[in-house]
C-alpha cells in the first residue's frame, strides 16, 4: 500500500479546559481532494494549523508523506503550501514583492519566471506593481492563491480558496485548481462554505462538528445517506445535529 499524502492519528488540541479538536483519525491519498468541513468553532482552522506544523498537538499524530510533523517538520514543509484570505501579506510590499520573498523562501528556481507564469494564469499582471494593501478582496484572495502555488507543493492546504470572488473568476479558480491536482497529482484539502464547490472539486467529504469528524465519505455517498439534493442540507443537518454521529450513521 502507498502512503498517504496526508495521514492523521487520534489527533487532539486542547487549550486550558477547551478542547478544540478531539481524537480525530483520518488520511488523504496522493493526488485527492478532500474538504475539511464544519461550521465555525468545529475546529477545522486549529486541524489546518496542525498539519502545517504551526499548533503543537496535545496528543496524537499528523505524517505529511511519512514525514511525522511534530518531530521533523522541516522535511515536509517545502513541498507543501497554504492560502486563506484571512492571512494577510505585507500591506506595503507590492504583489511582485510578495511572491519574490515566498519564491526566496522556498527555493523556487527561476523565481521571475514562475511568478510571471502565476500571474499571466490567475490575471494579476496588472496588479504585479501595486502595494498588496491597496488590492480589493477578491484580488487579494487570487494573490493569496499565487503564494501558495509559488512552489509547485505536492500538498496544497487552502481555507476558502474562492472567497471574495466573482462567480466568473470563481468558476475559473476552480477549473485551475482541478488542472494543477491533475498535472502535478497534487493532494488538496480544503475548507469552504461553499457546498456547491466542494460538490465540484472534492472526492471526499470530512464533517466536523465540536472538533470531532462525525461523518465522511464521498458528496454522493452523504447526500444518499441523509436523503439530501444538495450538500448544503447535509451541512445544515450535521452542524445543527440532526443526523446521528458518524459511528450511528455507519
Known amino acids: 500500500m502507498t502512503t498517504p499524502a496526508i495521514s492523521v492519528r487520534a489527533l487532539t488540541k486542547r487549550f486550558g479546559d477547551i478542547t478544540a479538536v478531539r481524537g480525530i483519525s483520518f488520511s488523504v491519498e496522493e493526488g485527492r481532494v478532500s474538504a475539511l468541513l464544519g461550521g465555525n468553532g468545529a475546529g477545522k482552522t486549529t486541524t489546518i494549523s496542525m498539519l502545517l506544523g504551526l499548533l503543537t498537538p496535545s496528543s496524537g499524530e499528523v505524517r505529511i508523506h511519512g514525514v511525522d510533523m511534530v518531530a521533523d517538520r522541516y522535511r515536509a514543509l517545502p513541498t507543501m503550501n497554504f492560502s486563506s484570505p484571512y492571512v494577510d501579506l505585507p500591506h506595503r510590499l507590492s504583489v511582485r514583492e510578495n511572491l519574490r520573498v515566498y519564491a526566496d523562501l522556498y527555493g523556487v528556481p527561476q523565481p521571475r519566471r514562475r511568478i510571471d507564469e502565476l500571474a499571466g494564469a490567475l490575471d494579476l499582471v496588472e496588479l504585479l506593481g501595486r502595494r498588496t494593501g491597496q488590492l480589493s478582496?477578491?484580488?487579494?484572495?487570487r494573490v493569496a492563491l499565487a503564494k501558495a502555488l509559488i512552489n509547485r507543493p505536492r500538498v496544497l492546504l487552502l481555507?476558502?480558496?474562492?472567497?471574495?470572488?466573482?462567480?466568473?473568476?470563481?468558476?475559473?479558480?476552480?477549473t485551475y485548481l482541478e488542472d494543477y491536482a491533475r498535472a502535478e497529482s497534487a493532494t488538496i484539502l480544503l475548507a469552504s462554505h461553499n457546498?456547491?464547490?466542494?460538490?465540484r472539486l472534492c472526492d471526499r467529504v470530512l464533517m466536523?462538528?465540536?472538533?470531532a469528524i462525525v461523518d465522511r465519505g464521498s458528496p454522493n455517498s452523504l447526500l444518499a445517506r441523509y436523503g439530501r439534493?444538495?450538500?448544503?442540507?447535509?451541512?445544515?443537518?450535521?452542524a445543527r445535529d440532526r443526523a446521528s454521529s458518524e459511528g450511528e450513521a455507519a
Open 229 to 238: 439534493s444538495t450538500l448544503e442540507d447535509v451541512f445544515l443537518d450535521i
Open 159 to 174: 481555507d476558502e480558496p474562492t472567497a471574495s470572488l466573482d462567480p466568473d473568476s470563481a468558476d475559473w479558480v476552480r
Open 137 to 141: 478582496a477578491g484580488q487579494k484572495t
Open 208 to 211: 466536523m462538528r465540536a472538533g
Open 195 to 199: 457546498m456547491a464547490e466542494v460538490e
